[in-house]
């Protein structure tokens, strides 16, 4: 998953949770009742950055930090 963003991501289908682990100092975040297809279509998507920002945030899911760097 090649990204200037995003280190890594999980997905967990039972709890609908995602967790985006970002590169540098961003630290990582918990996103809360994300469904499946998103997770999907984030995954897929060219650059993960540009969905990130101009898709996945302006849905607005709770989230949480979990990690400071």
Excluded: C, W
Excluded at 21 to 26: D, F, H, I, L, Q
Excluded at 35 to 64: C, D, H, M
Aim: aromatic share 16%; net charge positive.
């Amino acid at each position: 998953m090649p990204s200037s963003v995003i280190a890594a991501m999980h997905y967990n289908d039972e709890t609908r949770i995602l967790t985006i682990v970002y590169r540098g100092k961003r630290g990582v975040y918990r996103y809360f009742d994300v469904p499946a297809e998103e997770f999907a279509a984030f995954r897929s998507a060219p650059s993960k950055g540009v969905y990130l920002n101009e898709i996945f945030k302006t849905k607005q899911y709770r989230y949480e930090r979990i990690k400071n760097p």
